[in-house]
C-alpha cells in the first residue's frame, strides 16, 4: 500500500497536504493489466462446463478469478513469478494456495477440485 501511495504522490495524485485525491480519473489500462485480464477470462471461458458460478474480482493486477460449483470454489489468480496460484475453499474457508507453473496445470486441478477431490491430491508433484 505504501509503494501504491508513493506511485499517486508521484505521478501528482494528491493535494497539497498529501493526502491522495480520490477525484483522479484511473488511467487506462496497460498492455500488461489486458494481458492479464484476458488470461483471466479466458480461464474461465475454459472452465465454464464445470462451474455453477464464475466472476473475475478486484482491478488492475490484483484482479483474481472466482468460479464455484455449488459449495466448493476457487480463486485463481496470477503471482509475480508468472506462475498461476489457485486458493481452493468449501464455503467460506479457505483451504490454502497451492502454486503452479502454467494457468493449463492449475486449471486442471480446479476441475479436480470442484470435482471433489482432497486438498492433498492438489500438490503438484515435485
Do not use: K
Amino acid at each position: 500500500m505504501r509503494v501504491l501511495h508513493q506511485v499517486f504522490i508521484l505521478s501528482g495524485c494528491s493535494d497539497s497536504r498529501g493526502h491522495l485525491n480520490s477525484t483522479v480519473i484511473r488511467p487506462q489500462m496497460d498492455d500488461q493489466v489486458r494481458g492479464y485480464r484476458a488470461t483471466l477470462e479466458a480461464a474461465m471461458r475454459r472452465l465454464q462446463p464445470h462451474i455453477t458460478a464464475g466472476r473475475i474480482v478486484g482491478s488492475d493486477m490484483s484482479q483474481f478469478l472466482v468460479v464455484n460449483r455449488y459449495d466448493r470454489g476457487v480463486e485463481i489468480y496470477g503471482d509475480e513469478e508468472s506462475n498461476a496460484v489457485i486458493d481452493p475453499f468449501v464455503g467460506e474457508d479457505l483451504q490454502g494456495e497451492v502454486t503452479y507453473p502454467s494457468y493449463d496445470l492449475a486449471l486442471e486441478a480446479t476441475v479436480r477440485w470442484l470435482d471433489g477431490c482432497d486438498f492433498t491430491d492438489l500438490r503438484p508433484a515435485v
